[in-house]
């Protein structure tokens, strides 16, 4: 005798999309919360004046250099993401590891200036 469970698959896709959902909602939530309070914190930074020094001409030099760092790394992003695809769709023909570094040390870039920039507008909330 042969027992056929497949309709449990209908049930239990639903629970599982109705639990994925929920928690989706919960962290869209959650980052909305915090995404409000991060403006009025920018704002009363703002009007005591903690971005004052940031205009002096060795700040200004280094954040160019980060934002710089952060452009290159992201253009670069995007084409290795535009060559996936291509490779993808099979109009070239790269192996995925030729890809996969550069993608890699460019997201490291990307990511380690973007990261810096934070660091220092957070360090003067």
């Keep these: ?4 469970l ?16 929920g ?4 962290a869209i939530n959650y980052r909305v919360r ?9 704002n009363n930074a ?13 700040h200004k030099r280094r954040f160019r250099w980060l934002a710089g760092i952060a452009l290159i790394g992201v253009l670069a992003l995007t084409a290795i993401i535009g060559l996936m695809a291509l490779r993808i769709l099979g109009l070239i023909d790269v192996p995925i590891s030729l ?3 550069p ?7 990307a990511g380690i200036a973007g990261l810096s920039m ?4 957070n360090r003067r909330l």
């Design 1 to 4: 005798m042969e027992i056929n």
């Design 6 to 21: 497949s309709w449990l698959m209908i049930p239990c896709g639903l629970i599982g999309l109705a639990v994925f959902f």
């Design 23 to 26: 928690l989706l909602a919960i």
């Design 34 to 42: 915090s995404g409000l309070r991060y403006p009025k914190q920018m």
């Design 46 to 58: 703002i009007a005591r004046g903690a971005f004052n020094d940031m205009n002096t001409h060795r």
């Design 99 to 101: 890809l996969l570094i």
């Design 103 to 109: 993608f890699g040390i460019f997201g490291g870039f």
């Design 118 to 121: 934070q660091r220092e507008i």
